[in-house]
């Protein structure tokens, strides 16, 4: 079974800094892996995903993530954190079978942006 | 234009009370799924339809039982809820296709739906 793991459940960072939200995944065969976020009282809105090919992924609001199968991460990054990036995010591994299309979450991290 | 919706926004109920939760995708996706969001924002797939056909069902209690009237709707009802059951239902919809043309798409999420049971 597949299981993804968020270390951070909170950061801080100031306005304009850069920032790398880590995810850890563990699946036993070439993984899909999502970024979610999930702004206060709000559903959740697709950042980016990595199917295969290119390991470094373009997103949404100016986000990138990194696919390392050496290390099992899906770290999300961004180079400038704005005020309006305060938000939950959550890291996904997808598993494809006859059985079902699933999504398995992590446990999300917090981010708080300071002025 | 909403691409999938979700009503009530909130929910507010006794224990031992019966409700639904209706969910609506305009996408044209075949697959809809149920999440469950508890109070430490873990999230939890509960049930996954395809073409209205139940799919996935992750050992979810039988009080809960999810119906499809077609490939747009997956509604959920909750039989004597439970305090336990209070959390955010989130509805969200992809598209799978079937047999040999298995499809991993993006599922869409739609708001939420806040349950709390009292």
């Not at chain 1, 995944?25 to 697709?46: D, E, R």
């Not at chain 1, 290119?54 to 993530?65: M, P, S, Y």
């Not at chain 1, 400038?80 to 996904?92: I, L, Q, R």
């Not at chain 2, 599922?107 to 349950?115: A, D």
Request: glycine share 8%.
């Amino acid at each position: 079974a597949q299981s993804v793991t968020q270390p951070d459940i909170h950061i801080t960072v100031s306005e304009g800094a850069s920032l790398e939200l880590r995810c850890n995944y563990s699946y036993g065969a070439t993984p899909y892996l999502f970024w979610y976020v999930q702004s206060p009282g709000q559903g959740l809105q697709l950042l980016l995903k990595y199917f295969s090919g290119d390991t470094l992924v373009q997103g949404i609001k100016g986000f990138e993530a990194e696919f390392k199968r050496s290390q099992s991460s899906f770290n999300l990054r961004k180079p400038s954190v704005h005020w309006s990036d305060a938000a939950e995010y959550f890291c996904a591994v997808g598993a494809l079978s006859n059985a079902g299309n699933m999504l398995t979450f992590g446990g999300g991290t917090r981010l708080m942006v300071k002025p | 234009d909403t691409a999938v919706s979700q009503t009530p926004k909130y929910l507010v109920t006794q224990m031992g009370n019966d409700k639904s939760i209706k969910c609506e995708q305009n996408l044209g996706h075949d697959t809809m799924y149920w999440y469950k969001q508890d109070s430490k924002k873990f999230l939890k797939i509960m049930f996954s339809y395809n073409n209205k056909e139940l799919i996935i069902n992750e050992t979810v209690p039988n009080r809960f039982s999810p119906k499809s009237p077609d490939k747009a709707h997956l509604n959920l009802h909750i039989n004597s809820l439970e305090l336990g059951d209070s959390a955010v239902y989130f509805c969200a919809s992809s598209l799978r296709g079937s047999g040999g043309a298995l499809l991993l798409d993006t599922q869409y999420f739609g708001p939420g739906t806040r349950l709390t049971v009292l």
